[in-house]
């Protein structure tokens, strides 16, 4: 069965893992801030901070900038449901928004119209890797003193007008689980410009510790530290920066193979009747997953076709204002719910060969 995606792995990660084994420091440590510093690089970004995954990075920076009990975040319905466990465990109240049918991003005119006083934070999710309308999104943080915190699990190398995601804004976090981008195995990354909150989140990353273990021990009293604000344990090891080190060096590769495979699923799908294809950037985005609307209620059939040809298909994902632990917050969002039922991911992923692309388009072909 061919996968909808699979991490691009090999010798040279564990290279870069056989040099943290012979270190023998397998924690936060040195390894950790090398992957911290190439990230800043290769984003433009003022701050990195490096830590174990993608939700604990959005969890972290909610927590960092203050977002608590009874505060509202909006938030698109259709992401995972991480993004929404990240608001509710701080006892927030998510409100769900309306996507862009056509690029499934979030719908700047439905989130415009659930602004009220109640509202601390907007989250956008850079579905598929494509960005978000991030100049109407800022302005309206600016205009009514909400903060945005971009969801870019999806959208690591991405750019936006010319300017990488991660680079501007307010704060955006990233995730490089097997399946991302880049992988570090498991990680996230914090990235934002402002100095204060970065440092509340290198605290916050180890127990709200004002020093972490790599650096306590270059000092004469290595034993000492000091517990300044609620933390958590987030931060990153060393074996998964090392894995990270070795995939960030790869990306150009990584981006030029899927988006030629984009390019490669966009002509082949694009006069067919029964499916619509998404609107990319082809030019900015780098493709986290490939997905297609399939019209007229066929999708099941053509899951279970695809599926006998040894093609596999996901579904990502279920609106969560649909699932029961967030019941108490749904809101009826028909727009997001006909997408529900028409989207199909489809495989994306670096080792794809000829014949796997060929597979994927001739089996959808041959559907119809």
Known sequence: MLPVSRPSIGSEELEEVKKVFDTGWLGLGSTVFEFE??????????????????????????????????????????????SIQVITALRAIPVFCEVDPDTLNIDINDLRKRIT????????????????????LLDIGKKHSILIIEDAAHAFGSSYKGKKIGSFGDVTCFSFDPIKNITCGEGGAV???????AEEIRRKRILGIDKDTWHRYQNKKSWFYEVTTQGYRYHMSNINAAIGLAQLKKISVFIEKKRKIVATYNE????????KILN??????????????????????????????GVGTGVHYIPNHLQPFFKPF???????????????????????TENDIDLVIQSIIAFF
């Open 191 to 197: 990235v934002l410009s402002d100095d204060d909150i």
């Open 117 to 136: 006083p109640r509202i601390k934070a907007i989250m956008p999710i850079h579905y598929c890797g494509n960005a978000c309308d991030m100049d109407s």
């Open 37 to 82: 510093n190439a990230v800043k690089e290769y984003l433009g970004a003022k701050n990195v901070i490096a830590v174990n995954t993608g939700t604990t990075a959005l969890h972290i920076a909610f927590d960092a900038f203050g977002i608590t009990e009874g505060d509202e975040v909006i938030v698109p319905s259709l992401t995972f449901c991480a």
């Open 330 to 352: 749904s809101t009826p969002l028909p727009i997001t719910e006909q997408v529900y039922e028409e989207i199909l991911t489809l495989p994306l992923y670096y080792d794809m």
């Open 280 to 309: 990319w950037n082809r030019d900015e985005t780098v493709p986290f997953t490939y997905m297609i609307r399939v019209l007229d209620g066929r999708r099941g059939e053509m899951m279970d076709f695809l599926n006998e040809k």
């Open 268 to 275: 082949a799908f694009r006069y067919l009747k029964g499916i």
